[in-house]
């Protein structure tokens, strides 16, 4: 059988990135250019720019190479219309992205979430890598997720699977860009300890700071950080009691939040079906890499 070469494309909000691996997961080329996203074409084009490089590397060294095409968006492609829905990217919603890069690039392309892919890259070569279903985590700017079952992605009949950022736990609170209130990404997202300090204080203070004065005992950031460590517990906790996973992998730039490990995993404890769970609740290994080398990875 023929060996498999891999390119994977990791579009973000700022930057496209575009790894290609030979079939023993070797490196050949990794670039990141700026996202120009001023138009869907300019997406387009921006994915094809770096696909026809991994292209020519492959074409100049191997004879007929076979390789396949994963491309990691911040959103979901409905698993029925094909069409991207729910991206911050906001411009490619609506889009029937897989058709439209498969005839530009003329060769099939597979589409997944980032959060999905995150889990993905995790659960082959990261922290998880010895477990057989992950449930990943994302905590950033907002919060996604992506569920692992026997070290596959599980979509979902939508392909919504995994999304617990968009979970409702307070009807009376703030009002989330996906036209809910109180979703969890509202209170435990960067976004949304940033909005909560607003809200109280009228002054805008970034995520760094508030945590700093947190430490400090300086309130309100001591009091939205504690209610941050609650929320975070009533959250995950209520991952554990749906999905039970071997694992929960965090990522994203509040994953280096030291006390989720310890005073937020006493909280998940809490807050799980049963008290005594013993889930790791573990930060990522692979950092930024885990995107585009779990896009590059997806089957
Ligand atoms: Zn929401």
């Not at 729910?86 to 439209?100: C, M, Q, Y």
């Not at 589409?111 to 659960?123: G, M, V």
């Not at 807050?271 to 997806?298: C, E, I, M």
Request: hydrophobic share 35%; proline share 4%.
């Amino acid at each position: 059988m023929q060996k498999t070469f891999k390119i994977g494309i990791d579009l973000g909000g700022t930057k496209t990135e575009v790894i290609l691996l030979d079939p023993e997961n070797q490196i050949l080329l990794r670039e990141r250019i700026p996202t120009q996203k001023e138009t869907y074409e300019q997406i387009l084009n921006g994915i094809k720019f770096l696909i026809d490089k991994a292209k020519y590397i492959l074409h100049t060294n191997y004879k007929n190479p076979d390789f396949t095409i994963g491309i990691g968006i911040p959103g979901i492609v409905d698993q029925i219309t094909e069409k991207v829905i729910n991206a911050n990217t906001t411009i490619l919603i609506g889009n029937p992205l897989k058709k439209d890069l498969e005839k530009l690039l003329d060769h099939p392309v597979i589409i997944e979430n980032d959060a999905n892919c995150f889990a993905l890259a995790e659960s082959i070569a990261g922290i998880a890598k010895e477990y057989q279903n992950v449930f990943g985590i994302i905590m950033g700017t907002g919060c996604g997720g992506g569920l692992i079952i026997n070290k596959k992605i599980y979509k979902g009949m939508h392909g919504i699977a995994g999304e617990w950022g968009h979970f409702s736990i307070d009807p009376n609170g703030p009002l989330c860009w996906c036209g809910n209130r109180g979703c969890i990404e509202t209170f435990i997202s960067g976004s949304g300890i940033e909005n909560q300090y607003f809200k109280k204080t009228g002054e805008y203070l970034k995520v760094p700071e508030i945590l700093q004065n947190a430490k400090k005992n300086k309130e309100p950031a001591k009091t939205i950080f504690d209610e941050f460590l609650e929320n975070f517990g009533r959250a995950v906790g209520g991952i554990i009691s749906v999905f039970d996973p071997e694992v929960i992998v965090i990522g994203g730039g509040l994953s280096n939040i030291e006390e989720l490990y310890t005073i937020g995993y006493e909280k998940v404890k809490r807050y799980a079906f049963y008290h005594s769970v013993r889930t790791p609740l573990l930060k990522n290994q692979l950092g930024d890499s885990a995107g585009v080398f779990g896009a590059a990875w997806l089957t």
